[in-house]
């Protein structure tokens, strides 16, 4: 028996907010750096110079500036964007032409299969940004305190400044970016993830978790190399 609708979205909301906890505490190092070679704040924007420039002033700790606001947002990033996948996949599904099987996905042309894919991918790639454009604002703002005249804040201090500048409306600067970068990138993470892997596991016959892992890096490649300006848009935007 096929789960619920609702069952099969909160689980993967449950999955999705977990596996981005763990991407935010690996990964909000590498972010930082990124961020300040994005904003265009550093005098030599390399990865090497921003890095040793964050060390040598703030050690460590400088690396995981604001990562208060990942840990929080991150699994929201990962939970809405996978939960808004599964609930396109349903309404793909629920209302496909009279005739069609709408318990499972079997049996339809690739073309019907891509256009699955692009309209639920999609779908989450927008709930996705709607839903952590705020958090994303925080996080830039507070990975560019500490540097030059930028004073440094707590993340509530960031909020209630931000929030005194320019009202709720401030926290959704960069929405547009987001969601330009968010609903193509979703759309290719998960067509890149879904076919890599499933290859991996029937043609090669890799063992379930190697082939997940085949997708997720073929996926992560996919998504970023052609978003990355746009992203740089984003960040331009946020770091004002």
């Known amino acids: 028996m096929r789960p619920e609708p609702s069952r099969d979205v909160l689980s993967e909301l449950m999955c999705g907010s977990f596996g981005g906890l763990c991407a935010a505490l ?3 190092p590498l972010d930082t750096i990124k961020t300040r070679i994005q904003s265009g704040s550093a005098p030599t924007p390399t990865v090497s110079s921003v890095t040793k420039a964050i060390l ?42 009279l005739g069609a099987d709408s318990s499972t996905c079997g049996g339809m ?11 639920s991918g999609g ?4 709930a996705c940004a709607v839903a952590v454009t ?21 993340p509530l201090q960031t909020v209630k400044a931000t929030l005194a500048a320019g009202g709720w409306r401030s926290m959704f600067v960069g929405l547009q970016a987001t969601i330009v970068r ?15 892997s499933g290859y991996a596991e029937q043609a090669w016959e890799l063992p379930r978790p190697i082939a997940v892992l085949c997708g997720a ?24």
């Open 109 to 119: 042309s690739t073309t019907e299969s891509t256009l699955r894919l692009i309209f």
């Open 134 to 154: 705020p958090g994303e604002r925080l996080k830039v703002l507070l990975q560019m305190q500490g540097q030059g005249s930028v004073a440094t804040q707590t």
């Open 182 to 196: 968010e609903v193509p990138g979703t759309i290719l993470w998960f067509g890149a993830f879904e076919s890599v």
């Open 26 to 28: 690996a990964t909000h």
């Open 217 to 240: 890096v073929a996926a992560g490649l996919t998504f970023w190399l052609p978003i990355i300006p746009i992203d740089n848009v984003k960040t331009r935007q946020q770091s004002a």
């Open 56 to 97: 040598r002033k703030d050690g460590v700790s400088g690396l995981y500036r604001g990562i208060t606001v990942p840990v929080v947002s991150q699994p929201l990033y990962v939970g809405s964007s996978f939960a808004g996948l599964q609930l396109g996949y349903y309404l793909w599904d629920r209302y496909r032409p």
């Open 123 to 126: 779908l989450g790639g927008a």
